[in-house]
């Protein structure tokens, strides 16, 4: 398998084997791993090293999504000037508070999720990454108030029951809930670094940050517990479900929790926000065909028959997908780390406004 010349690379089992297993536990040993699948643990670790060097897997982490005092989360549909649109994605990309954009047809040209600390400092972004992007005709912002459904559930199935409870044993136990403080410039540091590789060593992450192995292990341990998350992601033509859409859908409010329990076993959906506005529901999906789009909207109207699909959205391509830059194969080209929201301040698009403010002609 020549995953590098190949235009098509294909997964072989061992392949899949070991993807399954990180997006149980991101960070298990090879041990563990090459014991799980029967295989020399230096041979699992090449195997990934081959995926992960192609741009093929990638292990990353983001801020938890699950608690607003982490993070406040927006999906922004962006309305772009005719042959405006991968010009704008692309602006955005470098932009470190944006975490996904998707190109879309439909009734939007993006979708975009941002991460921010609170609603003003998402108002305060919004408003400046667009005044400063040229060719956005119009955005519409719909805050995320829960995410019942992240896109790290998502799994491969290729391990059997027995093999997956095994990885999923080695798993830490969860910590207590996030505070609202208690971030300092270490926990951005190594929320960088895990950004760019996930499964970056305890030493790397000490030689890298300057801070003992005691100290970054204490701190990685406490992060990991409470306020970071990591995933293992595969690009998606790989996944045997090539396609993707974007639903947005709304339920009577009483019946959120519901939707949620029911759309988390379905499994085309990826992920799915609850949000603000027109929308109370935003559902990303993977289609194996075209053809699904609408097939796949009347098995949701079964399954929820409460349920209305107000629009809905193909994604041509995905720009970004949580920091990472994607080619429109689906492989990994890039990363632009995600940031803390206490960090959020500092980025860009800011220190661009900040430069004009002090030099309004430019001088």
Not at 75 to 95: K, M, N, Q, Y
Not at 286 to 292: Q, T, V, Y
Request: charged residues 20%; glycine residues 6%.
């Amino acid at each position: 398998m020549d995953m590098q010349d190949s235009a098509t690379p294909e997964l072989d089992e061992l392949d899949r084997g070991v993807v399954h297993a990180l997006q149980i536990h991101p960070r298990a040993p090879w041990t563990l791993v090459g014991d799980v699948l029967g295989v020399n643990p230096v041979t699992v670790a090449r195997r990934w090293q081959r995926l992960q060097d192609a741009g093929l897997a990638w292990v990353t982490a983001y801020p938890r999504l699950s608690n607003a005092r982490v993070v406040v989360t927006g999906v922004i549909e962006v309305d772009t000037e005719p042959g405006a649109s991968a010009d704008v994605a692309r602006a955005l990309a470098a932009e470190p508070s944006v975490a996904n954009i998707k190109l879309t047809a439909g009734g939007r040209d993006l979708v975009a999720a941002v991460q921010t600390r609170d609603l003003a400092e998402l108002a305060r972004l919004t408003t400046l990454m667009f005044q400063r992007i040229p060719g956005v005709r119009a955005t519409r912002t719909h805050v995320s108030t829960g995410v019942p459904i992240e896109g790290s559930r998502w799994r491969l199935r290729s391990l059997d029951a027995l093999q997956s409870a095994r990885i999923e044993a080695a798993l830490p136990p969860p910590g207590r809930s996030a505070t609202e403080s208690g971030w300092d410039s270490l926990d951005a540091w190594l929320l960088e670094l895990l950004c760019m590789d996930g499964r970056t060593s305890v030493n790397d992450l000490s030689v890298a940050t300057g801070a003992s192995l005691t100290t970054v292990r204490r701190r990685l341990q406490s992060l990991l517990a409470t306020r970071l998350s990591l995933r293992c992601d595969l690009a998606r033509p790989l996944s045997g479900w090539p396609l993707s859409a974007v639903y947005f859908a709304s339920v009577p409010a009483q019946r959120l929790e519901e939707a949620g329990r029911v759309l988390s076993g379905i499994r085309e959906v990826r992920s799915c926000a609850i949000t603000t506005g027109p929308h109370n529901l935003v559902i990303d999906v993977w289609l194996r065909a075209l053809g699904d789009v609408h097939a796949f909207e009347a098995h949701l109207s079964r399954q929820l028959p409460y349920l209305t699909i107000d629009d809905r959205s193909v994604v041509l391509s995905t720009v970004k997908h949580m920091g990472r830059l994607l080619a429109e194969d689906g492989r990994s080209v890039g990363v632009v780390p995600l940031r803390h929201p206490q960090s959020l301040r500092d980025s860009p698009v800011e220190q661009l406004a900040e430069t004009r403010a002090d030099n309004p002609r430019g001088h």
